[in-house]
């Protein structure tokens, strides 16, 4: 990955270390390492392609205390349910989008400390 500035590696990762919640756009990687630690809601990209993925990882390492909240963008869906939550700490999750609703493709678990 190659450092692009203003919290970007490259176009396909960005590392959120800003305040509040997130709603993804084109990036594949959303790594959350946010300055101080509070709950975040990440909205997933509001019109994906056929077979887009997107994953958000813990960077922080705190999801255990500061639960990362993952949804899809207006009534979009994640296998049927309205949200996914990281609660175990240093975890990553992918999603892929099947042109109706995203699926839970992959999850990598941290460790809860």
């Known amino acids: 990955m190659a450092w692009r500035g203003a919290g970007e590696f490259d176009r396909n990762t960005v590392v959120f270390t800003g305040t509040g919640n997130y709603a993804?756009?084109?990036?594949?990687?959303?790594?959350?390492?946010k300055a101080s630690g509070a709950a975040t809601t990440v909205t997933l990209p509001a019109n994906p392609r056929l077979g887009q993925r997107?994953?958000?990882?813990?960077?922080?390492?705190?999801?255990?205390?500061?639960n990362i909240t993952i949804q899809g963008a207006a009534s979009a869906t994640i296998d049927g349910l309205s949200t996914v939550v990281i609660k175990v700490e240093g975890s990553a999750v992918e999603f892929e989008w099947n042109g109706t609703e995203w699926n839970l493709v992959g999850v990598v678990l941290g460790s809860d400390r």
């Open 24 to 33: 993804m756009g084109n990036e594949r990687t959303l790594v959350l390492n």
């Open 54 to 66: 997107a994953t958000v990882k813990d960077g922080k390492r705190d999801a255990r205390q500061n």
